[in-house]
């Protein structure tokens, strides 16, 4: 069966990628995917070349059949969006009625209340998705037009590409960069998957969020467990984290001190294990082995034993 992990942050800044990307290090078998398409960022840490490149259609606009209006207007009167628009031909003092597509929601109103049957719709790229080699494994990946929406549907269409990626290919996991927030796309990244881990750290806003994400994450009833990223940046409020991870039962996989090697890797466009072993190493391959304890199934805890010995040998 295919395990699907997804690690998620209310926000932005948290370590969330940097953490994805040196989990992608550590993962064997796996098909990784970037799901915060409006900021994607893992295929700057993992590189790799782009195997397959296509359009996403994220909706459709309105488009006025010039043959077929008698530009009586009305449709302009049903448009809330104002997308419809006149202009009048100064010489010949003819007005024509067309669809302005960055206001047009594609709502299908004025199709509704033409009567002459003048409407029609055609699809909108949004963005573009692709497939990535990388040496990590196989990335899925997507950039999201300038504020284009439907990152959800996008999302959703990265994991199920992901998903019969991983059919295919016999990959035993899906690790999941989620989009951050709690609106639609991180409700598509969370549906469906076996674990949620929530990225954190110890500053205010941080740990809202964490508590936002907890309350979705158990909506979906997706286990969930938590990693406390730059834990020593203010250890009374990694107090406040720990305290409400014991309240609520959720396990605390790691603490990871502050380290400056994490943007010193990204820099170097790699995850921060291939950068070094060193610095806040111990605690990554510490927050990998309790992940992997947290997703196995019980009768395989004996293989896992052996893995986390093995990872343990890499680090030394
Ligand atoms: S309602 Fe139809 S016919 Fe009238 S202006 Fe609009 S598109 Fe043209
Ligand atoms: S589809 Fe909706 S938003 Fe677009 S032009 Fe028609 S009524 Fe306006």
């Given amino acids: 069966m295919i395990k699907e992990i997804v690690v998620i942050s209310g926000k932005g800044g948290t370590g969330k990628t940097s953490l994805v990307g040196s989990l992608a290090y550590l993962a064997e078998n796996k098909i990784l ?36 209006c008698n530009s009586c207007g ?26 302005d597509e960055y206001s ?15 409407i029609t719709f055609k699809d909108h790229i949004s963005g573009k998705w ?7 494994g196989t990335l899925v990946h997507a950039k999201l037009g300038i504020a284009e929406a439907n990152s959800g549907k996008l999302v959703s269409l990265l ?36 674990y949620a881990l ?22 979906f009833g997706v286990k969930t467990g938590i990693c406390i990223n730059k834990f020593d940046i203010n250890l009374k409020l990694c107090d406040t984290i720990e305290k409400f991870s014991q309240s609520k039962n959720i396990k605390v996989l790691s603490r990871i001190p502050y380290d400056i090697g994490v943007t010193k890797a990204q820099i170097e466009g790699v995850p921060y294990l291939e950068y070094t072993k060193n610095g806040i190493s ?10 992997k304890q947290e997703i196995i199934e019980p009768n395989n805890k004996t293989n896992m034993e052996n893995n986390k010995l093995i990872q343990l040998d890499k680090l030394h």
């Fill in 159 to 194: 994991r199920k590409t992901a998903h019969d990626l991983a059919v295919k290919n016999n990959n035993e996991m899906i690790l999941i960069d989620g989009s951050p927030g709690i609106g639609c796309p991180v409700i598509a990244s969370l549906t469906g998957v076996n």
């Fill in 33 to 68: 995917v970037d799901c915060d398409v409006d900021a994607a960022d893992l295929h700057l840490i993992l590189g790799g070349k782009i195997s397959s490149s296509k359009n996403f259609i994220g909706s459709k606009k309105a488009e006025i059949l010039l043959d077929n």
């Fill in 282 to 291: 111990k605690s990554i391959y510490e927050l990998w082995d309790n992940l």
């Fill in 104 to 118: 047009c929601e594609g709502c299908g109103v004025c199709a509704k209340f033409c009567l002459d049957e003048a």
């Fill in 198 to 219: 929530i990225v954190t750290e110890p500053t205010v806003s941080a740990i809202h969020d964490m508590e936002r994400l907890f309350e979705l994450t158990q909506h």
């Fill in 74 to 99: 009305i449709c302009t009167e049903y448009c809330r969006f104002d997308a419809i628009k006149e202009k009048t031909d100064t010489s010949s003092n003819i007005t024509q009625f067309y669809v």
């Fill in 130 to 136: 692709f497939i990535s080699d990388t040496k990590y």
